[in-house]
């Protein structure tokens, strides 16, 4: 086209006459809703006439109720919404400007329904997805003689009907069908789907019941198939075979029996599925699933036969597993290796029966909220074995149980996807290797529980796609920016029961789910959690890494071998790791040493090391104050190389709110009476310094006061030969207990894995310690709602305890904590407020989400390495909102960033919020004297101080998904992407969702599905296909950017700019490089009412219009480009013009935006950067 065919087609845009037409040609072809090929391949006679396929359409097609795309059916369209009959509104273009808006459908499917995506396998994966696969979809004889001919599942499936309002009912298939398995092509088909959308294998349910099959041959075809390349395995359902379906008890249907001879008849069946080269291996051994070990009657001996037969028969060794549907204990006990979540049985969970009035009087069922099954998934329960992760897309088996069924309310794609990004996260931390990343969906296809990933008439394949988004690996090629690129080797005196260790724990787990660290752990001894240590991180006994006869250089050649290169940053956990300072000190990193001892332990562990300790240490992280003033008065350390970060334990939604059903709940698994008030303390190692016999004898006080309805438990184990000079050993401790007859008062619990279920079971919490430099356990019962009762001068606790977390009393003063305790007991009211405050201040400071990333921060400094992010808050008078702000960046996922809190002289409260937030982050605010007028130069003092790669410009009103950052910054492995960018929600002032920009005319008026999936283009593609026209990201909260040259041109540009400074901001900020957009919604973005954006036409529009010619001329003269985007300019423009200037004719925008000006602009070309004419 050369410029005088263009500036015809302009003139025909601004023509009246051909105006209206034009127009609904243009929205129609630039929405991508018109599909030519399709239309021209449906009409044959259009075809042969050789017309134009839209124009057609437009004029003859929607009358002739002809179809513009496969989806659209124009009939259905004007039949249901008659108002676009009336009003002679092209059907096409009607959605296209309001039905799309308006939600409208456009044929007889659910508006849930997502269709089969054209994406390919994933190249890779980031855990290995096994989904259960139930076979009983054909006819067997079994069934035949038991249910009636020719029953399968699909015939309870299509019985099922709604049992209350809201209740989805029944659950009928999409694609696939009411499909036979018999039919090969189905399990084909079923392959293909999985595969596409991530899943690595199916776990078939295999039946065998004394060497019988029933609904074997699935399994049987899957085998025959040696093309079908994808992994298999089974779980042997090994209980009665029969029914307790409608609200019959049990009905056997072919009896289980189990022997020894079973035993080996049944490995060596399917010791033949072993050998097949796709069934599913764990470090090379062959997974075995039982669903129900514990009606083995020896499952210990059991386990043994299969493993010899394995063995003599040349399988080798074999990994035995069981899903947890009933029995929830360590697999050990079996003489099993793992355990597999089968939810929805994952504990109990409270009923939702009431708030669901059912239709008929004889519904029994129990209703539950699936929400809290993704909520258990927010703070998974740590167990001592090793456990995979397993979740269901939903659960409804009315149309097994009818009026008794037990139905999970609020399923849905987005929480699904939540439940599995948090499950493949804990797998990734807590399993190195890929082949133990194992995750279980149940299920693939039970369609009569309402469990399935497989396409259904509602959803379509919303499930499946949410599984391939979560699943599949982020771009390999390079490491993230910053935080990758530095290594950490913690050390850890030993891995033994303790506090210290334990914290350890904590802050491994934090950093490997929130950074992307590089982190070995070096253990100085042995100990109970040494493996635990193993199945997170890298971590080797020092004996195993180092001999005692090698040299110094030696030592230190292997211990940087081991590390893959000199650490970064080594951070020795506490004060007792003192006997390797010395050497690690010669391998010229720094030493971060964090402080956890006072004096008693020092004297014990570290006294002789000390000294090498203070050389050596580059900074000291103390736990506490007390910690601080020890170090500077005994070992003169300087308090400037002291930061005090205080204990912190995870939050576990399991201690919020609980309520005294719950406690009692917790009271009856412990064992503990119901009717007493329970006392509990906790420790281990040092009876005395940990204060046991204090406990001891405020229970003796308390009974010769007659207080007879309470018990006292201590949690934690002391050796007998402990001693103390003035009180004995620890064993003459515990016989006088037992000889005074508090035996029945006072009860020693060993150790425990976790003191969590019991502190929730409890009343109080007594500290008892002598001498406690910040204990981890005073948190975990302040996170049960329990008061605390301390010494003063102890340490660290009574920083915590104040006056409004429980009491303090003189230090070791038993009468005083008896007293306290009486107190406590007797004035209920006053001990549960306490514990709720306790609860309340230790959620707001002293959880690891709250501390680590200050410690983090610490880490950075002593390292001398910059964050990966650098999050930029700039503010002016939005305290309203800030709050809600800050919490959504403080709660981020991915935690490797810096703070730069900016306050643009605001007038609200809002300086008393940032400082707020500012000294939980351990920052400060930056405030400005005088109100800079714009956003801008907010923008660029918070780059200049910005010392990460990448940057987030965080508005203070908009609101963040805690996954923005962990999806975004890995977007940032490949080095050609500068600018990554998600898609947004408006919220209101209120923060209620009111709209987004994907249905909005703002974007589909330049593409109807360009930002509905992910993608990765080069910035040339990016602004041609549309931010060459318009800003395509309405919100910089949405977006993060690799940080580029700002010069002072540039500045003053931005600045000069009366509106649209953004959009030429994100302009330079891609240049030469490639942007990657995700589709997922991790932005809301608030529009206010007074905004300028909001009042634009009454105040700004010709200021708009004059802008959009500079930014476009800056477009054309900096971008590769060709005609297509002027066009594209110029429709923009005369849009525009239209909504702003309603009735103006057109020639008036000349003053403002001349077209002839636009059409005659020197085009630079991909062969040449030379400007030519157009």
């Not at 079923?190 to 029933?214: D, K």
């Not at 041959?217 to 409608?246: K, L, S, V, Y």
């Not at 201590?714 to 003459?732: I, M």
């Not at 930056?926 to 790669?949: C, H, M, T």
């Amino acid at each position: 086209m050369n410029k005088a065919d263009f500036m015809i087609l302009l003139r025909s845009m601004t023509s009246r006459r051909r105006w209206k037409r034009f127009r609904v040609w243009q929205r129609i072809r630039a929405s991508g809703q018109f599909d030519g090929p399709w239309y021209l391949a449906q009409n044959p006679d259009v075809a042969k006439r050789g017309a134009d396929p839209i124009m057609h359409y437009i004029d003859h097609g929607a009358a002739e109720s002809r179809d513009p795309n496969i989806d659209f059916d124009t009939e259905y369209y004007l039949t249901r919404y008659t108002d676009v009959t009336i009003t002679a509104i092209n059907p096409l273009d009607h959605y296209i400007r309001f039905g799309r808006k308006e939600k409208r459908e456009t044929r007889r499917i659910p508006a849930t329904y997502v269709p089969r995506s054209s994406e390919r396998r994933p190249a890779g994966l980031r855990a290995r997805v096994i989904a259960f696969y139930v076979p009983q979809f054909y006819p067997t004889p079994e069934n035949d003689a038991f249910w009636g001919k020719g029953f399968t599942e699909w015939t309870d499936v299509t019985r099922a009907v709604p049992q209350f309002n809201g209740h989805h009912q029944p659950r009928l298939p999409a694609d696939l069908g009411f499909y036979d398995l018999r039919i090969k092509d189905v399990q084909k088909q079923q392959i293909e789907i999985a595969q596409q959308y991530g899943l690595s294998g199916f776990c078939f349910h295999f039946y065998w019941l004394n060497g019988s099959r029933p609904l074997e041959m699935p399994i049987t075809q899957f085998i025959e198939n040696d093309t079908h390349e994808m992994d298999f395995c089974i779980n042997w359902a090994n209980g009665q075979w029969g029914r307790r379906w409608g609200g019959r008890h049990q009905e056997v249907q072919v009896l289980q029996s189990h022997s020894p001879e079973d035993d080996l008849a049944f490995i060596e069946y399917v010791a033949g599925y072993f050998r097949d080269r796709r069934y599913v291996r764990i470090g090379g051994k062959p997974l075995l699933m039982v669903h129900r070990p514990g009606l083995l009657p020896s499952a210990v001996e059991t386990a043994e036969r299969w493993r010899t037969y394995c063995r003599a028969a040349g399988i080798g060794e074999i990994f035995l597993a069981y899903p947890q549907s009933l029995d929830t204990i360590d697999p050990a006990e079996f003489g099993f290796d793992a355990a597999v979540e089968f939810p929805p049985n994952l504990g109990t969970f409270p009923e939702s029966s009431a708030s669901m009035p059912p239709f008929k009087s004889d519904f029994c069922g129990d209703i539950h909220d699936w929400a809290d099954l993704v909520g258990r998934s927010r703070a998974y329960p740590q167990v001592p074995y090793t456990l995979f992760r397993g979740l269901c897309p939903s659960w409804d088996n009315t149309a097994q149980r009818r009026e008794t069924t037990s139905i999970w309310m609020n399923a849905s794609p987005s929480g699904y996807r939540e439940w599995l990004a948090n499950a493949v996260a804990d797998t990734c931390n807590r399993f190195a290797d890929f082949d133990s990343r194992l995750i279980f969906v149940n299920a693939w296809n039970d369609w009569a529980e309402g469990a399935y990933l497989e396409p259904d008439a509602r959803y379509g394949y919303a499930y499946l796609q949410q599984t391939r988004d979560v699943v599949a690996a982020p771009p390999a090629a390079g490491k993230l920016p910053g935080s990758s690129s530095w290594r950490v080797l913690f050390v850890s005196h030993d891995a033994r029961l303790g506090g210290a260790q334990g914290s350890l724990l904590d802050i491994l787990q934090w950093l490997q789910a929130h950074t992307d660290l590089e982190i070995k752990v070096l253990c100085l001894a042995g100990g109970q959690q040494l493996e635990q240590f193993r199945r997170m991180v890298d971590t080797v006994l020092l004996d195993d890494l180092v001999s005692k006869t090698d040299t110094t250089p030696t030592k230190l050649a292997r211990i940087t071998a081991w590390c893959g290169g000199r650490p970064d940053l080594i951070y020795c956990n506490s004060l007792a790791t003192g006997r390797v300072h010395a050497l690690l000190g010669q391998l010229d990193s720094p030493i971060l040493t964090h402080a956890r001892e006072l004096a008693t332990s020092v004297a014990r562990f570290a006294k002789e090391d000390m000294e090498e300790v203070v050389s050596h240490t580059r900074k000291f992280v103390a736990c506490s104050r007390s910690v601080r003033d020890y170090l500077i008065a005994e070992y003169s350390v300087g308090s400037n190389i002291i930061d005090v970060l205080p204990s912190a334990v995870p939050q576990s939604s399991a201690d919020h709110n609980l309520t005294e059903i719950q406690r009692l709940g917790s009271r009856r698994l412990a064992g503990w009476p119901t009717d007493s008030t329970i006392v509990v303390g906790s420790g281990l190692g040092m009876p005395f310094r940990k204060g046991a016999d204090l406990f001891i004898e405020v229970a003796r006080i308390l009974r010769a006061r007659g207080v007879e309805d309470c018990h006292f438990y201590w949690l934690g184990l002391f050796p007998g030969s402990e001693r103390d000079e003035a009180l004995g050993t620890w064993s003459q401790q515990v016989d006088r207990l037992l000889a005074d007859g508090l035996g029945e008062k006072v009860t020693f619990l060993g150790n425990v894995d976790d003191v969590r279920p019991y502190l929730r079971g409890a009343d109080l919490f007594l500290l008892t310690s002598r001498e406690e430099p910040f204990g981890r356990v005073i948190l975990e019962a302040a996170f049960a709602e329990l008061p605390v009762i301390c010494f003063a001068g102890s340490g660290g606790a009574p920083d915590f305890v104040e006056d409004d977390a429980g009491i303090i009393v003189d230090w070791a003063d038993p009468i005083a904590m008896a007293d306290a305790t009486l107190k406590l007991i007797q004035d209920r009211p006053l001990r549960m407020k306490l514990g709720k405050q306790a609860s309340g201040k230790a959620r707001r400071h002293f959880s690891t989400d709250r501390v680590f990333p200050r410690l983090l921060s610490t880490m950075r400094e002593v390292a001398n390495k910059p964050p990966a992010v650098s999050i930029i808050v700039p503010n002016y008078n939005y305290a309203r909102y800030l709050s809600e702000r800050m919490e959504s960046i403080l709660g981020q996922s991915f935690q490797d960033f810096e703070l730069i809190i900016l306050d643009d002289a605001s007038t609200d409260d809002s300086r008393s919020i940032l400082d707020y937030y500012a000294g939980i982050y351990g920052t400060h605010v930056i405030v400005n004297e005088k109100n800079s007028g714009a956003p801008y130069p907010q923008w660029f003092k918070g780059i200049a101080l910005a010392r990460a790669d990448l940057i987030w410009i965080a508005e203070a009103d908009d609101v963040s998904d805690p996954a923005f950052l962990e999806t975004l910054v890995p977007l940032f492995r490949d080095p050609s992407v500068k600018f990554a960018f998600c898609a947004s929600k408006i919220i209101n002032d209120r923060s209620e969702i009111v709209g987004d920009y994907l249905s909005s005319r703002y974007l589909t008026d330049l593409s109807d599905f360009k930002w509905r999936r992910s993608y990765q283009v080069s910035a040339q593609q990016e602004v041609n296909e549309g931010l060459g026209v318009k800003n395509t990201v309405p919100n910089i909260s949405a977006a993060v950017f690799r940080k580029f040259d700002i010069t002072p041109d540039f500045v003053e540009h931005v600045l000069s700019l009366p509106t649209s400074g953004d959009w030429y901001f994100i302009l330079e900020a891609i240049r030469d490089g490639s942007v990657a957009y995700e589709a997922a919604v991790l932005n809301h973005h608030r529009r206010h009412v007074n905004s300028v954006s909001s009042v634009i036409v009454a105040s700004r529009a010709e200021a708009l219009v004059r802008t959009r010619q500079r930014i476009h001329q800056h477009v054309l003269q900096t971008y590769e480009t060709d005609l297509a985007i002027r066009l594209k300019m110029a429709e923009h423009i005369v849009q525009l013009w239209s909504d702003l200037f309603p009735g103006r004719p057109a020639e008036e925008m000349e003053s403002l935006y001349s077209l002839g000006q636009l059409a005659g602009f020197p085009q630079r070309t991909p062969e040449s950067s030379d400007i030519v004419p157009v």
